[in-house]
């Protein structure tokens, strides 16, 4: 049974609706995303519904690429998600799909740069899913991207996934459960070769728990810098390294 939008959107305050309206392209709402939410990376887990994510602020993965899929649904695209599955050396990841002009592109939330939005340049699902293999390693720097699902289409769930005050983990079995496809075939693990550590330190900066934590990310062009902050930033990722 499909969703009713009307009746679903109804439940949200007007401040959540105009946000809501604004976002009327992937690009706005991978913005959104990016510049206006926090990411959740609360003690406890939790899976906040859209509505909860657009009370709380902030959003993990799952939490983000439902928001995504809840704009979407909003404007009249199909509100996907789609299951990275990891080897369960790593967390597991989801992302909002779209299609424009016959192409797959993605919205994402995610503390890593390279997991987060896709341009509408894949011409399957698939592949689109493969393009986040490369930026997918744990902290050994160790690529444990392994499955990625068949698009689930959010709008045929129970609809409190849009607005439950409560957390809507039934969406993350759901996901669980749809077919997913192996990502290496038959190429061996052990000729995959490690992350480089510089990359990880690229794809962080700004996000939690890193020296430069007063920093958050902006709008490419509006990027900027002071000469002393531009020094600032350099000393620092000199000082930040990972072992891999």
């Known amino acids: 049974m499909e969703i009713n939008v009307f009746s679903v959107f109804s439940r949200f305050s007007k401040k959540q609706t105009r946000i809501l309206r604004r976002l009327d392209t992937p690009r706005k709402v991978q913005d959104f995303l990016d510049y206006e939410l926090a990411y959740n990376d609360a003690k406890t887990d939790t899976c906040f519904s859209p509505l909860g994510v657009l009370k709380h602020g902030k959003a993990h ?52 740069c390279g997991l987060r939005y896709r341009e509408p340049v894949y011409a399957s699902s698939a592949e689109l899913a493969k393009s986040y293999f490369e930026f ?29 005050e409560k957390n809507v983990f039934f969406v993350n079995r759901k996901l669980d ?12 693990l052990k000729s995959l070769r490690k992350a480089d550590s510089t990359l990880f330190e690229a794809e962080i900066i700004g996000g939690a728990k890193t ?25 620092a990722l000199a000082n930040f390294s990972v072992i891999c």
Not at 142 to 163: C, D, G, I, M, Q
Not at 211 to 235: E, N, Q
Request: net charge positive; aromatic share 12%.
């Open 136 to 164: 997918y390693y744990n902290n050994r720097g160790e690529k444990t991207l392994r499955e990625f699902s068949v698009p689930l289409n959010a709008s045929k769930l129970k609809s409190e996934w849009l607005y439950s």
């Open 211 to 235: 020296p430069l934590t007063s920093r958050r990310a902006r709008p490419y062009a509006g990027m900027v810098l002071p000469r002393k902050l531009f020094c600032f930033l350099l000393i």
């Open 61 to 112: 993965c799952v939490e983000g690429a439902m928001l995504a899929a809840a704009a979407f649904l909003f404007h009249g695209r199909p509100a996907l998600l789609l299951d990275l599955r990891s080897d369960g050396r790593d967390d597991d990841h989801v992302i909002a799909p779209f299609l424009e002009n016959g192409r797959w592109g993605a919205a994402a939330q995610s503390r890593f």
């Open 177 to 188: 459960a749809i077919k997913h496809y192996k990502v290496l075939g038959k190429y061996p």
